[in-house]
């Protein structure tokens, strides 16, 4: 049975090992401009999409954290629970990125 690693390096839970990854791959060489201008539109979003989920998981992290300290459990205090004004902020964040993901699909679908 495997044992944990409880000194490898911690990361923000529900993230992935590498976020920012753009997705592999050139466009194949019968591409025209249209179709590029689509597929680099599509990529935008995917990685807006991605931005979206690490911001979600830093507000979930900051949730959890502030709940354990309700509950009374004992936990080191890092940087968590985030200020109230930086979590108003990361929502804003995501509002706004809702917007430009709207707009880039509104430009895909025209």
């Not at 090992?17 to 539109?41: K, W």
């Not at 990685?47 to 989920?53: D, G, M, R, T």
């Not at 890092?78 to 706004?96: E, N």
């Amino acid at each position: 049975m495997a044992e944990p690693d409880h000194k490898a390096p911690a990361r923000p839970s529900g993230l992935p090992d590498n976020p920012f990854t753009r997705p592999t791959g050139n466009p194949p060489d019968a591409v025209d401009d249209e179709e590029i201008v689509q597929l680099e539109i599509g990529s935008a979003i995917a990685c807006i999409e991605q931005v979206k989920l690490v911001i979600r998981c830093l507000l979930a992290d900051s949730d959890a954290f502030d709940e354990a300290v309700t509950s009374g459990l004992s936990v080191q205090p890092l940087s968590w629970p985030l200020p109230a004004s930086t979590y108003a902020s990361l929502l804003v964040a995501i509002h706004f990125l809702d917007e430009c993901a709207a707009m880039l699909r509104y430009e895909l679908h025209r």
